[in-house]
């Protein structure tokens, strides 16, 4: 009589008694999922927005504390010696805006504004233009717009829209990666590949084919192509060092927190304080202001999101290094088995004869 043993990768069934565990954990991921989407946007507002007051001492310090009272916690107030410094503050994202004042009474204030930055800071200061004027009778406050959107993109709205697919798309692309390809090295091309080929072929979709970002295409594409990259090796790196469970924390920091507090649609100072910073440090987030800066600013204000996705990048380098060199379970690492022999000495083990 033989008999053919277990495969020790066959599991039994969960049964029944798995259900309401199964229940109550697919809710709470659901109520944390929706909390993590829902809560910046019902907090969103202007927190601490940097933004200047110009021109002389006498005529800027009564208006900003003015702005200070009408919008109380919403402004962060500095007073600049005149419109063009406050115009190059805005250049090199610094400040949101400006309100520029002069030393002649009864003249209306002007207002500069960056609605490339933020379209949400750039409507609440329009909104509060006419407050602006010397007297009820006297001229509204002139409005000036120094970054303005495209105008198939006059509110932001399609460059907010692709927050998610440039998140996810660093995501999926790590999950198909390490399930179709068994050797590190082609992982790691195909990795690169995409970032690379990805990073152009999005940027080419926003600006020719949707026309919601400007700038230099080339720079444009390489800063995407950075971010898309950085995603997609912190979460190659997670699988290679923790398998499964590292892909469910790469969706967690990716997808559930990443994403929502992205800053992408108004600026990390919309959302409520703490929450904005904390998501510039998170690829998305980063990967928003890069994107942000190359397509509108020249490239002013990348330098810590290109030192934060530098640092994921690096990480997830390391990790997948580390977990590679580690090996996966039964895998060399040109694909094939770590054992040429093994399938020989379990073909026979595979059936048992008992006497």
Same mark, same amino acid.
């Given at each position: 009589?033989?008999?053919?043993p277990?495969?020790p990768?066959?599991?039994?069934?969960?049964? *029944?008694? +798995?259900v309401?565990?199964?229940?109550?954990?697919?809710?709470?991921?659901?109520?944390?999922?929706?909390?993590?989407?829902? @809560?910046?946007?019902?907090?969103?507002?202007?927190?601490?927005?940097?933004?200047a007051?110009?021109?002389?001492?006498?005529?800027? $310090? =009564? #208006?900003a504390?003015?702005?200070?009272?009408?919008?109380?916690?919403a402004?962060?107030?500095?007073?600049?010696?005149?419109?063009?410094?406050?115009?190059?503050?805005?250049?090199?994202?610094?400040?949101?805006?400006?309100v520029?004042?002069?030393?002649?009474?009864?003249?209306?204030?002007?207002?500069?504004?960056?609605?490339? &930055?933020?379209?949400p800071?750039?409507?609440?200061?329009?909104?509060?233009?006419?407050a602006?004027?010397?007297?009820?009778?006297?001229?509204?406050?002139?409005?000036r717009?120094?970054? =303005?959107? =495209?105008? +198939?993109?006059?509110n932001?709205?399609?460059?907010?829209?692709?927050?998610?697919p440039?998140?996810?798309? %660093?995501?999926l692309?790590?999950?198909?990666?390490?399930?179709l390809?068994r050797?590190? $090295?082609?992982r &790691?091309?195909?990795?690169f590949?995409?970032?690379?080929?990805? %990073?152009?072929? #999005?940027?080419a979709?926003?600006?020719?084919?949707?026309d919601v970002?400007?700038g230099?295409? @080339? #720079?444009?594409?390489?800063?995407?192509?950075?971010?898309?990259a950085?995603?997609?090796w912190?979460?190659?790196g997670?699988? &290679?060092l @923790?398998?499964?469970?590292?892909?469910g924390?790469?969706?967690?920091?990716?997808?559930?927190?990443?994403?929502?507090?992205?800053?992408?649609? %108004?600026?990390?100072e *919309?959302l409520?304080?703490? *929450?904005?910073?904390?998501?510039?440090?998170?690829p998305?987030?980063?990967?928003?202001t890069l994107l942000?800066?190359?397509?509108?600013?020249?490239g002013?204000?990348?330098?810590? $999101? @290109?030192?934060?996705?530098?640092?994921w990048? +690096?990480?997830?380098? &390391?990790?997948f290094?580390?977990?590679t060199?580690?090996?996966? =379970?039964?895998a060399?690492?040109?694909?094939?088995?770590?054992d040429?022999? +093994?399938s020989?000495?379990?073909?026979?083990a $595979?059936?048992?004869?008992?006497p």
């Amino acid at each position: 009589m033989s008999r053919t043993p277990q495969s020790p990768s066959t599991r039994a069934p969960l049964g *029944w008694r +798995a259900v309401p565990a199964l229940v109550a954990g697919l809710t709470l991921l659901l109520v944390a999922m929706l909390t993590a989407f829902e @809560l910046p946007a019902v907090h969103s507002g202007p927190h601490k927005v940097p933004i200047a007051v110009a021109g002389p001492q006498r005529a800027a $310090a =009564p #208006l900003a504390e003015k702005l200070d009272r009408a919008r109380p916690g919403a402004f962060d107030i500095s007073l600049v010696d005149d419109a063009r410094t406050a115009q190059q503050r805005i250049d090199d994202r610094e400040i949101y805006g400006a309100v520029v004042v002069g030393g002649t009474p009864g003249t209306a204030p002007e207002v500069l504004v960056a609605g490339a &930055a933020s379209p949400p800071v750039a409507a609440t200061l329009r909104g509060l233009a006419p407050a602006l004027a010397p007297t009820p009778a006297g001229a509204t406050a002139v409005v000036r717009d120094l970054h =303005p959107l =495209p105008a +198939a993109d006059p509110n932001g709205v399609g460059l907010s829209a692709g927050a998610l697919p440039l998140v996810l798309g %660093g995501y999926l692309a790590a999950i198909l990666i390490v399930t179709l390809l068994r050797a590190p $090295a082609q992982r &790691a091309a195909t990795a690169f590949g995409f970032a690379l080929t990805g %990073g152009f072929a #999005l940027t080419a979709l926003l600006r020719y084919g949707f026309d919601v970002i400007g700038g230099n295409y @080339l #720079l444009t594409s390489l800063a995407v192509a950075f971010s898309t990259a950085a995603t997609c090796w912190t979460i190659m790196g997670l699988r &290679a060092l @923790l398998g499964g469970p590292g892909l469910g924390l790469g969706a967690a920091m990716m997808i559930f927190l990443g994403n929502p507090l992205s800053g992408l649609a %108004g600026g990390p100072e *919309w959302l409520p304080s703490g *929450w904005g910073t904390f998501g510039q440090f998170l690829p998305p987030g980063a990967g928003g202001t890069l994107l942000r800066s190359m397509a509108f600013f020249d490239g002013a204000g990348s330098g810590r $999101a @290109l030192l934060v996705l530098a640092a994921w990048l +690096a990480g997830g380098l &390391a990790l997948f290094a580390y977990g590679t060199r580690r090996g996966e =379970p039964g895998a060399r690492p040109d694909g094939g088995p770590a054992d040429p022999r +093994a399938s020989e000495r379990e073909e026979p083990a $595979a059936q048992v004869s008992t006497p």
